[in-house]
């Protein structure tokens, strides 16, 4: 690291559970991110600073933060890439913060349980199992809704998941949709049952906020869209109004 710093703004927890922010000097290098600062202000000034990384490689989605307002990875964001006086890191949002930035996942993973997130093999009928193979077509479909980390930054960055206590989020959704698509996942029909109604896909506004902010380029927001399309078509070959 060279001689220059940067002042970063962390959200810290009291002992008595107040919420308060802290100021803290780091060097600043030109491939320092904001896991860099957090572990320099760990090492070097304050050994009780609270917050989680794994991979350091965008793979582990353990270390969702908010940058400035905006969700990030922590290990994925240059520091000096984010503009402004100061850099503010605070934790995910619609998560209860445990400590400083580390925040409990358990609603995130609930509403991922909602929707079914386990493959079912489709039966049939005592023949080989369904099969694709990565140059099909069908595969391309799915592939653009695969490879969630499940970091949270789509359900922190939706203002539904806020307002809609039982509202799914955009990471399950997008995940229902990966598994509705796929031949050979046997559930079909069935996952879209929980989806349809005001608390679930009809509730999404579609103003891309999840998309904008997903690390692994993947588009909840399109997802979405698809699953109203493929539950309004459905309810039409029943019969039913929509
Ligand atoms: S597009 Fe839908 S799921 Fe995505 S952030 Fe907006 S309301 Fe939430
Ligand atoms: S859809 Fe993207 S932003 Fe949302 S949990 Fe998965 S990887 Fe993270
Ligand atoms: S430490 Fe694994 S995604 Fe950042």
């Excluded at 290990?75 to 000096?80: D, R």
């Excluded at 996952?191 to 608390?199: F, S």
Aim: with cysteine; aromatic share 6%; glycine share 10%.
């Amino acid at each position: 690291m060279n001689g220059r710093g940067r002042t970063v703004r962390v959200a810290r927890t009291a002992p008595d559970g107040r919420r308060y922010y802290e100021d803290f000097r780091v060097p600043l290098g030109p491939q320092t991110t904001i896991l860099d600062a957090l572990l320099y202000i760990h090492r070097h000034l304050d050994r009780t600073l609270a917050f989680r990384y794994a991979c350091r490689q965008a793979m582990c989605g353990t270390c969702g933060v908010r940058v400035n307002g905006v969700e990030r990875l922590a290990c994925y964001t240059l520091l000096g890439a984010v503009p402004g006086r100061v850099v503010t890191v605070e934790p995910l949002r619609h998560l209860p913060v445990i400590r400083d930035l580390v925040v409990d996942f358990g609603p995130f993973f609930r509403a991922w349980a909602a929707i079914r997130p386990a493959f079912v093999p489709a039966d049939n009928d005592g023949a080989e199992p369904a099969r694709i193979r990565p140059d099909d077509p069908d595969r391309r479909v799915i592939d653009r809704h695969r490879e969630c980390i499940s970091c949270g930054l789509c359900y922190s960055a939706c203002d539904v998941v806020g307002t809609r206590p039982g509202f799914p989020g955009p990471a399950a959704l997008n995940h229902a949709l990966c598994l509705v698509l796929d031949r050979r996942d046997g559930a079909g029909p069935d996952r879209l049952k929980p989806i349809d109604g005001p608390e679930g896909c009809w509730a999404c506004h579609g103003l891309l906020a999840c998309s904008n902010v997903c690390p692994k380029g993947l588009d909840p927001t399109g997802a979405i869209e698809d699953l109203k399309r493929l539950v309004a078509f459905g309810r039409r070959r029943n019969g039913v109004a929509v």
